[in-house]
T-cell receptor
């Protein structure tokens, strides 16, 4: 089955810096890679996703890159703001309609 | 509001009791899920239903029994609650029956077993 590894587990940056979170997956057939943001006490919410037919996708300050050969994908947040502080989860599909989530990265953006 | 809703939001109960969590989505989605998030924030899928049919059943104790009366509702009943069941339980739904698409999560139910 799919195995998703996520690093780092915690990340502290200063406001305005960039943050990068990386995930690796094991199933070369995987074709959909979402990133979820979970604020304290809230539900996980999709912030960006990428499919295997593209290598990069951007949405304002966030971007996701995918390297299918190396089987890893990354979340990039530029010009971080305190409201970016949250736990971020990557995920990859396993079988039919199932997502395997990474272990999460706690991002702390200090003013 | 269109959303995934869960009740109750908080549930505090004693070991050995039986409890239920209810989930409803009005997004017209075909697939619904239950996830467990433990104190370390790990998100683990427990069950998935597609149009009222169970399609994913992870290694979950038999004390956990999901039930889907229709494709808009997915409930979770837990028998003989144990301390280790304490966690946040999230319901989620997804719009398509084939492929992997965005999952919309409910607000979560924080279960505390004492």
């Amino acid at each position: 089955g799919e195995n998703v590894e996520q690093h780092p587990s915690t990340l502290s940056v200063q406001e305005g810096d960039s943050a990068v979170i990386k995930c690796t997956y094991s199933d070369s057939a995987s074709n959909y890679f979402p990133w979820y943001k979970q604020e304290l006490g809230k539900r996980p919410q999709l912030i960006i996703d990428i499919r295997s037919n593209v290598g990069e996708k951007k949405d304002q300050r966030i971007a996701v890159t995918l390297n299918k050969t190396a089987k890893h994908f990354s979340l990039h947040i530029t010009e971080t703001q305190p409201e970016d502080s949250a736990v971020y989860f990557c995920a990859a599909p396993q079988g039919f309609q199932k997502l395997v989530f990474g272990t999460g990265t706690r991002l702390l953006v200090s003013p | 509001d269109t959303a995934v809703s869960q009740t109750p939001k908080y549930l505090v109960t004693q070991m050995g009791n039986d409890k239920s969590i209810k989930c409803e989505q009005n997004l017209g989605h075909d697939t619904m899920y239950w996830y467990k998030q433990d104190s370390k924030k790990f998100l683990k899928i427990m069950f998935s239903y597609n149009n009222k049919e169970l399609i994913i059943n992870e290694t979950v104790p038999n004390r956990f029994s999901p039930k889907s009366p229709d494709k808009a509702h997915l409930n979770l009943h837990i028998n003989s609650l144990e301390l280790g069941d304490s966690a946040v339980y999230f319901c989620a739904s997804s719009p398509r029956t084939s492929g992997i698409y965005e999952q919309y999560f409910g607000p979560g139910t924080r279960l505390t077993v004492t």
